[in-house]
Each structure stands twice: as C-alpha cells, then as structure tokens.
C-alpha cells in the first residue's frame, strides 16, 4: 500500500490480504479460506457506499456541476433498489400539469382526466417545514406512510421522493411488499426537482429554498437554494 493511499481502494484492500495471510499462516486452511472470504465479503459491501462517504465528497471543490456525484448517487439508489419504479422529474410535472392541479390548483375538466399521484414526502419534519412539493403528505416513518394511505384504492399511483431518493426508494419497497400496486421513486428526489427550477412550496407559499440534509449531501443541492 502506498503512503497516501485510501484503506479501501482495491490496491490497498489486496495489500492488506496478503499481509493477514502472512499472519495467519499458522492458523488451519479451512479457517483462512474463511477469513479471506469474509474480508472480500466486507469489501464488496462497502465500497458501493464508500466511494459517497462524507470524506470522498468533501473533497470535492464547490461547484454548481455535480455530475459524477449526481451519476454515482442515482446509480447507486437504482442498485440498491431494483424493484422500485424510478420516476424523473419532468415526467412527475409532465402528470401533475395534465391532472391539472400541478400548479392552478384547478380540477381537470372531463376531457382532461387524468389520475393524479399522491405525494408522499418521506424526509424529517425539519426539512419537510422548510420547502416541500405541493399538496406533499408527510409520511416520516413506515407507520406514518401507512396511515396517510388509509382508504386509499391499492391501484391509486403513490410517488414518493426525500432529498436525492435512497430513503424514498427504501420506503417505495417496503409499500410494494405491503401491496401498493403504483409506487414510484422521484429519482434525484426534491434536491434535483429543485435544481431544475422546479416549484417548492412552505404551505401554500412558493418559495426559494430546500433543506439541505447535512453539509456532505447538501452539495449535491445547488448552493443559491440551500436554506444553510
């Protein structure tokens, strides 16, 4: 391992098996096939999510162009969560605009009906009084999601969305194994609707400005729009 080399790269991590391998040479064959198998298993479960630890995207330079992040963030969610439906951004406008209450707040005529989702915002309480999507119920935890879909026909669409989507996507899985046919994840979530110039709402009032999260995930929202 060279000086200055992170722990978990993949020259460092096979460093570091050739030397427990020296020192436990001693030990019976069947328990060092063991060992090295649960070190690979470790390794392969964390470098997904090591690579957007806070360290990693701290050291990136503040810019209004997150790319890599944005791309490493929303491939890691899909991953993480391969049966969860992920809905973009312009997509949920596009339904939201021809239910005809995305932003008028206007019933659609008949000609016009269309079956407008159910948002469920899925963030803390904090973040959700700060800016949240319109008419968006604040559903924090499973039981809280549960009871916001009361009376709700299992076929009604149900889009949830959090600051870039993992927890959004966690609790869209866990409504699918409780038989909720329509859910969706709002890929990139409120930090990308936002960034795209997209309406948040305090209430009934449009405003300028999202929670942020932490000041590690927080980059990936630009920073004009950080509340702080």
């Not at 973009?88 to 005809?100: I, K, V, Y």
Request: neutral net charge.
């Amino acid at each position: 391992m060279r000086r200055g080399e992170l722990w978990w790269s993949k020259p460092a991590v096979s460093c570091n098996v050739r030397l427990v391998v020296r020192l436990v040479r001693p030990v019976c064959p069947a328990c060092l096939v063991c060992l090295v198998c649960a070190v690979c298993a470790v390794y392969t479960a964390f470098i997904p999510t090591a690579a957007l630890s806070a360290p990693a995207i701290s050291a990136q330079e503040e810019s209004e162009d997150n790319t890599v992040f944005w791309s490493t963030t929303l491939k890691m969610i899909r991953v993480k969560f391969p049966g969860v439906a992920q809905l973009s951004t312009d997509s949920l406008q596009t339904w939201l605009d021809e239910s005809g209450q995305a932003q008028t707040g206007q019933a659609p005529t008949e000609q016009e009906q269309v079956e407008r989702p159910l948002l469920l915002d899925v963030r803390e309480k904090e973040e959700y009084e700060v800016s949240h999507l319109k008419d968006a119920v604040l559903a924090v935890s499973e039981k809280e999601a549960l009871k916001a879909l009361e009376g709700v026909p299992p076929d009604r669409p149900v889009v949830l969305y959090c600051s870039v989507g993992y927890r959004s996507s966690e609790m869209a899985s866990f409504l699918q194994k409780r038989g909720f046919e329509k859910v969706y994840n709002l890929e990139g979530s409120i930090f990308a609707w936002a960034n795209e110039g997209k309406p948040v709402y305090r209430g009934e009032e449009r405003v300028r400005v999202v929670h942020p999260f932490d000041q590690v995930w927080g980059k990936l929202l630009k920073k004009v729009l950080r509340s702080w």
